[in-house]
């Protein structure tokens, strides 16, 4: 049983959230230093509640609201304060103007005009088997939530939980609750073998002898769904809607139907009863049923979730279409909020100043997973799905992403569909085992694991599990394939004298350094193999899982047991290979000195515009000195709205200093204080500009050559504070050297490269 307490609750004002994140329709706005936005898909809908003014709408992961008449978007989830990700229910209270969100792991947020509380009874609670939020039914001011091992109420007046009744089905048995509905002084509910009930009011509904059931008829069959209207129960078991008027069960429409659509959702809209369904042999749709029993139906092919708004208009959605509108007219309109086609990420690949996220997978067998998830970029602030190309439809596991210097060729490498070669955004070729040298792992899978481009835009491919495990397209089209140590190549990187680091799902192997001859030819090459062997490689261990050259030309790699380093020099691998050391860094914190992140899974590393390392782990996303010597910042779903501790990969627009964080819940950003930088000032930006009475945050002046030197004074040449960039940005507390903020004025911002040259002036108005 839950104990009965008060609530634990979290009161959060939307005003104060506001400062440090930014959700917005179309997110194109600048995003300022320090803030945090999402990225989620918003294609498939899964539950709409409607208000006065809005709707609500739960997407594969986070919600949104639509207004109805203007049409305005707004973003939900844990940047603006929200509990959690993944939303299983969203239902609307209007007599106290109440939003409740179920997330599908059982935790619970409140809406109620612009505070936030959070019910985290549920999630926190130790349940044997498994909990899950099934439906939510109001009854007066109390909520009742059909579980997976019960019932709870929730006072929504209180926000606490008001009781539970756990374990009531037949002697007592553990029963998942489907659904409930009250009707003539009983409370019906739905469970997986029919249909129960007990006296509303007088009985202990804890104690399953209070229950009787399961009901005559209705014993055939998963009962879920339950509404009451016009003075019956509409239910839907075992696949055929039955209505209750009191005395007996029937079948809707009194007859047994010929066919057995799936029921997404019942829902009672304006005196009208809803319910959708997923036709049956091109039967059903949504069915709109009148309070007298008459009914019409609209014939729709797939949807989630289905209600009617008080103008009469059907709103529904599906997997794929967004929020779907059809007015009384039988006009459609579509909306959706720009987003990622899907949640999964894999890997991201910076090109330009877009960020190209490959959306598929890997088993952990080195099997494919078939995700079909494709690949997609953020540019200018939006989303941009793969383009419809008919050849690609069938394509899958899109796990590596590689392009020219121009950025006009990109290249995609597939676990087992092979190499997606494209042009200008439109396909050229897919290569495969039929039409170049890639050749399939035991004749079954086209594997391309590892792309990296080289000085020369010659492309370097790694073959997973084939005699010639590396290959080479020049820039001409000609191909070379090379036989190295290893077969089981994966990822792999260049660096700056253009040797080839790749990591093996060899655990034996570890990585290996490849340097071609100068012939061209497949034989006219050497390699050094690097172990989990001191001396010869000296790595924490031969499971590497990400590799990344810094902007000193030093190798990290991530493994399952931490971080190191190689320091290389031009002719230390090859002439020297006992330099070749993996080097760790051992830190520290005042409590224990140990290896750092030497217990952490790293997925994935990247390199920011001041050189230090963002580290994707499966505990949360790490920030490192340049150098390795602190821990910069740990973020967790717990400390930040990052979605969640399984980070698989991270993004880095230099432009703009965002690094994006791809989750297995999904991509959520966070705008960093470092930027990729020139020995020369490029688009010169101060944001904000003007700085406003009310604005305390950063001020952020970009487009600087690398670790500029900044000096800010006043208009009479005052110097009031100096600083060196992190990369091409630098920021700014609006106060001078004695930590005091500055008067109002104009304020000058004389910046240099570090070589004092390229000198450049920008002007700032800060209001004080």
């Known amino acids: 049983m839950f104990v009965m307490k008060k609530m634990m609750s979290k009161k959060v004002w939307f005003c104060w959230f506001l400062l440090f994140s930014t959700a917005v329709f179309a997110q194109k706005e600048e995003v300022p230093v320090g803030h945090w936005r999402i990225h989620l898909p918003y294609n498939a809908v899964n539950s709409i509640a409607e208000s006065p003014s809005y709707l609500y709408v739960g997407a594969e992961r986070g919600f949104y609201s639509f207004h109805k008449k203007s049409g305005e978007m707004q973003l939900y989830g844990k940047t603006n304060g929200f509990s959690d990700v993944e939303v299983q229910l969203l239902k609307y209270h209007e007599g106290l103007n109440i939003l409740l969100v179920a997330y599908k792991n059982t935790n619970i947020d409140i809406l109620q005009g612009s505070s936030i509380y959070n019910i985290s009874d549920i999630l926190r609670k130790s349940i044997i088997g498994t909990k899950e939020i099934n439906d939510i039914h109001f009854e007066g001011n109390l909520a009742y939530l059909s579980c997976s091992f019960g019932i709870v109420v929730i006072d929504l007046e209180k926000k606490a ?42 009985s202990n509904l804890s104690d399953f002898n209070s229950w009787e059931g399961p009901i005559e008829m209705i014993n055939n069959g998963k009962a879920h769904l339950m509404r009451k209207f016009g003075g019956k129960i509409y239910c839907d078991v075992g696949k055929f809607v039955r209505v209750y008027d009191g005395s007996r069960w029937m079948f809707k429409g009194d007859t047994i139907p010929t066919y057995r659509p799936i029921t997404q959702s019942i829902e009672v809209c304006h005196n009208q009863l809803v319910i959708a369904q997923i036709p049956d042999s091109f039967v059903g749709g949504i069915t709109i049923v009148q309070p007298n029993g008459t009914e019409r139906v609209v014939k729709e092919v797939t949807f989630n979730f289905a209600i009617l708004d008080h103008e009469n208009s059907l709103w529904f959605g599906n997997d794929f279409s967004g ?74 596991d899109y796990v590596t992403i590689a ?12 676990h087992g569909f092979g190499l997606v070669h494209l042009y200008n955004d439109s396909l050229k070729n897919i290569y495969t085992e039929q039409n170049s040298p890639i050749r399939a792992n035991k004749g079954e899978y086209n594997i391309v694991d590892g792309l990296a481009m080289d000085e020369a835009d010659n492309l370097w491919i790694t073959n997973y599990q084939t005699d010639s495990s590396l290959l080479m397209r020049s820039n001409k089209g000609i191909w070379i394939k090379y036989k190295i140590p290893s077969n089981s190549s994966g990822k792999i990187i260049i660096d700056d004298f253009g040797r080839k680091w790749i990591v093996t799902g060899d655990l034996s192997a570890g990585m290996v350094v490849f340097e071609e001859g100068e012939t061209n030819q497949p034989n006219d090459f050497r390699t050094l193999s690097l172990r989990n062997i001191e001396g010869q490689g000296s790595l924490p261990s031969n499971k590497v899982n990400a590799i990344v050259k810094d902007k000193d030309g030093e190798i990290w790699i991530g493994t399952d047991e931490g971080l190191a380093v190689f320091y290389v020099s031009g002719d230390d691998v090859f002439q020297n290979p006992d330099r070749v050391q993996a080097r760790r860094f051992i830190i520290d914190d005042g409590k224990d000195v140990g290896y750092l992140l030497g217990t952490e899974v790293v997925n994935d590393i990247k390199v920011d515009g001041a050189n230090r390392k963002w580290v994707a782990t499966n505990t949360g996303v790490w920030l490192i000195a340049a150098d390795g010597s602190a821990v910069v910042n ?9 979605l969640s501790n399984q980070v698989h990969c991270i993004g880095i627009i230099d432009k703009t200093g965002e690094v994006f964080f791809g989750t297995d819940k999904g991509i959520v950003s966070f705008r960093g204080d470092a930027t990729g930088g020139t020995n020369v000032h490029g688009k010169v930006i101060i944001f904000p500009n003007p700085v406003r009475e009310t604005y305390k945050g950063p001020i952020t002046i970009s487009g600087l050559p690398e670790n500029a030197t900044v000096k800010i004074t006043d208009i009479s040449g005052k110097l009031v504070y100096e600083m060196v960039a992190n990369g091409g940005t630098a920021i700014w507390d609006g106060n001078n050297f004695s930590g005091q903020r500055v008067q109002t004025g104009i304020y000058l911002f004389m910046t240099a490269n570090n070589e004092d040259k390229d000198p450049h002036v920008t002007k700032l108005l800060l209001i004080n």
């Open 161 to 202: 939980i008001k009781d539970t009744y756990l374990n009531i089905g037949l002697n007592g048995i553990p029963t998942s609750i489907f659904s409930v509905a009250f009707f003539n002084d009983s409370i019906f509910a739905g469970t997986e073998y029919g249909i129960i009930k007990a006296a509303a009011n007088g």
């Open 323 to 396: 929020l779907v509108r059809r007015d009384i007219n039988g006009n459609y309109s579509y909306t959706q909020p720009n987003g990622p086609q899907r949640a999964s990420s894999f890997s991201m690949t910076t090109i330009g100043d877009e960020l190209w996220v490959a959306g598929g997978g890997i088993s952990a067998q080195g099997s494919p997973v078939f995700n079909k998830a494709g690949w997609y970029r953020f540019e200018n602030g939006l989303w941009k799905s793969r383009p419809n190309i008919p050849a690609l439809l069938g394509s899958y």
């Open 403 to 414: 392009s020219n210097k121009a950025g006009n060729e990109v290249f995609m490498g597939c």
């Open 634 to 642: 740990h973020f967790t779903e717990q400390n930040s709205p990052l």
